[in-house]
């Protein structure tokens, strides 16, 4: 393959007869001042930019990539929030309570009943992965007061806990919790699926206004060879007309085709100021130092790469890398998290719960009232530690099992909304194929574009080389009076023509090259 577009369009741009710009009216003054400045501009202070450089500046620089990137973060933060649901949870409690009550009963001293407490207690409980929970919990409380009844005064008391409960069938599988985090990690896989469009997306924006931009400069160089030519002929003209060999009316055309060709310069210039511009806003951030410097390409851009690939394989690698399918495919996952979760709530709740309960006591006993010579029981004065001992030897254990079944009477809101998202995921994989038809006819038209353009290359180049041999006859013709000033400039526009061609052609494969490299991401802009 020839060198692209720069090398090409330097070896195919041959300027005649090396004459010099004469002043040729406003217009022709005007388009020298304008090129005289923008090599000046690239002569200070430029930046030599290639399509891999543009690149690498718009993904380290550019705002919406910046912003695209806490995605990610976002998704990460949600997941740990997400497993938050089986973090266990401690509570401790300290309380105080001072009571007196009035006499009702028999027993009751005169001045009233008076009981002081202290109580302190912690627990610990989880919900657990698997539809079951625990909780362990403590508490003591020391209890003094009046009461005649009472043995022990203090009175000191422990106990402590533990249950566990188990889901047999509603929740065993999956609970809502457990929902939450499948969704909450597939909604991770969302955002870095998006992240990776949105990376495409910049990529895809910046190569084509590289190109537009290398178009928009090697069309001026075009236009500024077609201004030399058609000033060179005008010169020519005024020649043979002031020693009468042609017509005055031959140089009038040829000062009207200099015009012309002046008028699309001007508007040539300023799509390259445009075009770069473009460039600018897409690869620097508006602080960037660079934002104002000129932009030139390097002088050899090199080859682009050649698809080697077949249609079919290029398919294949596409339908498993477009994010956009990937989106849709999660979208399937999560439904089907969802139906999973919905028709096992609609479940009759089925729960196994058991409990073990300890106690221990501790205190002063009280003596035996007058006509009550009772015995108080047990070895006493005990200390706290000695209550602890019966918690832990379980000297007064107590413990408890429990089947528990809820069953709804008639058709559940749980089978309604499992029933509706039943649906909806056949809704969702029925949008994931018609999507895949589509990416799959969107590859097969970058394809041909890629390999018409492709095929376009030799034959522009070939049409610049015949225009260039029919200007040259046409010349020789001319000088020896067997053409005229029309054939010349006839000729001469033919030749810009096919430049122009040649031009383009280059831009369009590079285009459908870049199309080629997004579509395998994202879907291409219409």
């Known amino acids: 393959m020839k060198k692209i577009l720069f090398t090409e369009m330097q070896m195919l741009i041959r300027l005649r007869d090396g004459v010099g710009l004469r002043a ?11 090129c005289a400045g923008a090599r000046g501009q690239e002569k200070v202070d430029s930046l030599v930019l290639s ?13 919406v990539l910046k912003g695209a990137r806490l995605g990610p973060k976002i998704a990460s933060l949600e997941v740990s929030a997400a497993n938050t649901a089986w973090s266990p949870l401690l509570t401790g409690n300290v309380g105080i309570a001072d009571s007196r ?9 005169q001045a009233g009943l008076v009981r002081r407490e ?13 539809g079951s929970a625990y909780s362990v919990e403590w508490g003591a409380e020391r209890l003094t007061g009046n009461n005649p009844l009472a ?7 422990t106990i402590g806990s533990v249950t566990y409960m188990q889901h047999l069938l509603r929740g065993l599988p999956i609970d809502e919790a457990r929902a939450n985090r499948l969704i909450s990690l597939k909604g991770q896989t969302v955002s870095e699926a998006e992240l990776a469009s949105t990376v495409a997306d910049t ?9 537009t931009w290398i178009y928009a400069r090697a069309y001026l160089a075009t236009e500024q060879q077609s201004l030399t030519l058609a000033q060179s002929l005008l010169r020519d003209d005024r020649e043979r007309a002031s020693l009468g060999k042609i017509a005055a009316v031959d140089v009038v055309e040829a000062e009207a085709e200099v015009a012309r060709r002046s008028d699309v310069i001007l508007s040539a210039t300023k799509d390259v100021a445009t075009a770069e511009d473009e460039v600018h806003l897409l690869i620097f951030a508006p602080t960037d130092p660079e934002q104002s410097r000129p932009l030139v390409p390097p002088s050899d851009l090199g080859e682009p790469d050649v698809p080697v690939d077949s249609p079919q394989e290029t398919i294949a690698r596409v339908l498993d890398s477009r994010q956009d399918l990937r989106i849709l495919q999660i979208a ?12 096992n709530a609609r479940l009759p709740d089925v729960s196994l719960s058991m409990s073990y309960t300890g106690q221990g006591v501790a205190g002063t006993a009280v003596p035996p009232s007058p006509g009550n010579s009772g015995s108080t029981g047990g070895n006493f004065p005990r200390s706290f530690s000695s209550a602890l001992g019966d918690l832990v030897h379980s000297r007064y254990p107590t413990w408890s099992a429990e089947l528990s079944v809820s069953v709804p009477i008639g058709k559940s809101r749980a089978s309604a909304e499992a029933a509706k998202a039943s649906v909806k995921r056949t809704q969702d994989e029925i949008t994931l194929r018609s999507a895949e038809q589509q990416v799959i006819t969107e590859v097969k038209a970058v394809i041909r574009d890629v390999d ?28 020896v009076g067997l053409s005229t000033s029309f054939l010349v400039i006839q000729a001469q526009r033919d030749l810009t023509t096919a430049l122009e061609q040649r031009v383009r052609s280059v831009l369009d494969y590079h285009l459908s090259l870049a199309d080629l490299q997004a579509v395998q991401t994202i879907s291409l802009p219409r």
């Open 51 to 63: 399509p891999e450089q543009a690149v690498a500046f718009a993904l380290e620089r550019s705002l």
């Open 332 to 343: 399937l996952d999560v439904d089907d998290v969802t139906v999973r979760h919905l028709r």
């Open 118 to 130: 202290i109580t302190a207690g912690a627990a610990i409980g989880q919900q657990l992965p698997w």
């Open 452 to 479: 018409a353009n492709h095929q376009r290359l030799p034959i522009t180049a070939n049409a610049v080389i015949l225009a260039e041999r029919r200007l040259d006859a046409e010349q020789r013709k001319f000088v």
């Open 203 to 211: 990529t895809y924006a910046v190569l084509r206004a590289y190109w």
């Open 24 to 34: 040729l009216g406003l217009a022709t003054a005007v388009i020298a001042l304008c």
């Open 101 to 109: 009550t009035p006499p009702l009963s028999v027993f009751d001293p």
């Open 151 to 157: 043995r022990l005064n203090p009175q000191l008391t």
